[in-house]
């Protein structure tokens, strides 16, 4: 997942000057570009037969 490292990192530690609408609003961004990039990752396994390989 290194291409989300950024956005898995600022999950960790959003930092403290944030007010807690600001928190929610990075929350959600970092949260939207990591299912983004799962959602581009699995698309290529849309057919039934090759999703059940991936997932063994």
Do not use: F
Request: charged share 35%; aromatic share 4%.
């Amino acid at each position: 997942m290194r291409p989300v490292k950024r956005s898995l990192k600022l999950l960790e530690n959003p930092g403290d000057n944030l007010t807690e609408t600001e928190h929610v609003e990075q929350t959600r961004q970092c949260l939207l570009k990591i299912g983004d990039h799962i959602m581009n990752t699995t698309s290529d396994y849309e057919e039934q037969e090759l999703a059940s390989e991936w997932r063994k």
